[in-house]
């Protein structure tokens, strides 16, 4: 992804980082696994409770913490289920990794973690050989 | 092993005072649990050791005694987990956390939870200042007494507290909850923009466009709830406070600031 892809536009979205629509916002039967208290820590939703359905550009959509994105929703979401389908599509998008937070973290990383997040079982894990890049000609100030 | 306090401090780019620190291997592992004293360990020692327990050798049930009240223990652990601490913790302890379930018998420092993003955080005596600060998402519930500016800038989340609270608590809080049994300071919600207090005490004074809120079934809900999962005495009855909307001028900055950067 270069920044030729971006829009001008204020707000950003999932599909405009990745350079595509991801199926599960287009169909609402790949959302029929995804156990939202499986898939969370303690007793309760625990963070998916500050989740809701929001709008952007028009659009139903939820917005990815981890890559400060909104996801748009494109199929019809039946009343009174608005949030717990905005957060079953997040999840199965953190599930997939396919945030793009998640693709930076194999780049960036400067600590050991999992890839996918604290969401998948047994995730590959990033981060944990990182150095620390140097210019050249740089030296180690004196002392230490 | 080296004293405490003798290592030689060098430079590193992350800021680490000991860089190359290596992971003990002092935990008597036992299944999928592991058990290791920390009295003898510095922070990054300790912290290797969790990390390589909990990303490396797949424990997902580690008790940790005696932390000794040092600082920054337990941060960055983003992983589904149960950690029990028996002990107190420093300053900065269990911060930048996502997933975890965490147990503390003791006290905590300044800023336990900072920047938590999700899990389970559960402190059975007292906490300082800053307690919760920006935090994103989960549930902390300290049984004992807080600090000042308690959860300020509180982006998501549930905050129970079983004791008082101090000044400024849920200073320019954006969204989230804060119950609290006890009687709370000055400046309660100062300059809030959102979310949703409680309060079963008494409040000295509000801060600015800080204002009591209607009390709905959803408030009801959610304190039953709470209560029941972390069996606290839950308080006769609570007041319930909420933005007045006067300073209102929250927008969709977050994710154009993340533009700006990407």
């Not at chain 1, 999932?14 to 595509?20: K, R």
């Not at chain 2, 107190?88 to 018998?105: K, R």
């Not at chain 2, 400046?187 to 204002?211: E, F, N, P, Q, R």
Request: overall charge negative.
């Amino acid at each position: 992804m270069t920044q030729s892809h971006l829009t001008t536009k204020i707000g950003i979205d999932a599909e405009e980082l990745a350079g595509h629509r991801f199926p599960y916002q287009e169909d609402p039967s790949l959302l029929d696994d995804i156990d939202l208290m499986a898939l969370t820590p303690g007793e309760d939703l625990n963070w998916l409770e500050d989740i809701h359905l929001l709008g952007e550009d028009d659009m139903p959509a939820v917005f990815d913490r981890y890559s400060n994105s909104f996801l748009k929703i494109y199929f019809p979401i039946p009343q009174g289920r608005e949030d717990e389908i905005a957060r079953k599509v997040l999840m199965k998008h953190l599930t997939s990794g396919n945030s793009y937070g998640i693709q930076l973290k194999g780049r960036h990383a400067k600590f050991a973690q999992p890839a996918l997040g604290p969401w998948v079982e047994g995730s590959e894990t990033v981060g944990a050989d990182y150095h620390p890049s140097a210019l050249e000609g740089w030296e180690r100030p004196a002392g230490h | 092993m080296d004293t405490v306090g003798e290592r030689r401090i060098t430079y590193d780019a992350r800021g680490l005072a000991e860089p190359n620190a290596e992971v003990p291997h002092v935990s008597e592992i036992d299944g999928g649990r592991a058990v290791f004293d920390a009295a003898d360990l510095t922070t990054r020692q300790i912290n290797l050791e969790l990390r390589s327990l909990i990303y490396e050798q797949g424990i997902r049930d580690v008790t940790v005694r005696n932390p000794g009240a040092k600082h920054s223990i337990g941060v960055g652990i983003l992983q589904r987990c149960k950690i029990r601490y028996e002990g107190s913790l420093g300053y900065f302890g269990l911060g930048v956390i996502d997933g975890p379930e965490i147990v503390v018998t003791g006290r905590v420092g300044w800023s336990v939870c900072e920047n938590m993003m999700s899990g389970v955080v559960v402190i059975e005596k007292n906490a300082g200042s800053l307690t919760g600060a920006a935090i994103r998402g989960g549930d902390l519930v300290v049984k004992g007494g807080v600090g000042a500016r308690t959860w300020i800038d509180q982006k998501g989340g549930t905050i129970m507290v079983g004791g008082n609270a101090g000044s400024m608590t849920g200073f320019m809080m954006q969204r989230g909850r804060q119950i609290i049994c006890g009687d709370v300071g000055d400046g309660l919600g100062d300059s809030m923009y959102d979310g949703t207090l409680y309060v079963a005490g008494k409040v000295k004074s509000l801060g600015i466009d800080c204002v009591p809120g209607e009390w709905t079934d959803a408030d009801t809900e959610l304190i039953e709830r709470k209560f029941r999962m972390y069996g606290l005495d839950k308080p006769d009855s609570f007041q319930k406070f909420v933005c007045g909307k006067q300073l209102y001028n929250y927008d969709n900055l977050e994710p154009s600031e993340k533009k700006l950067v990407i």
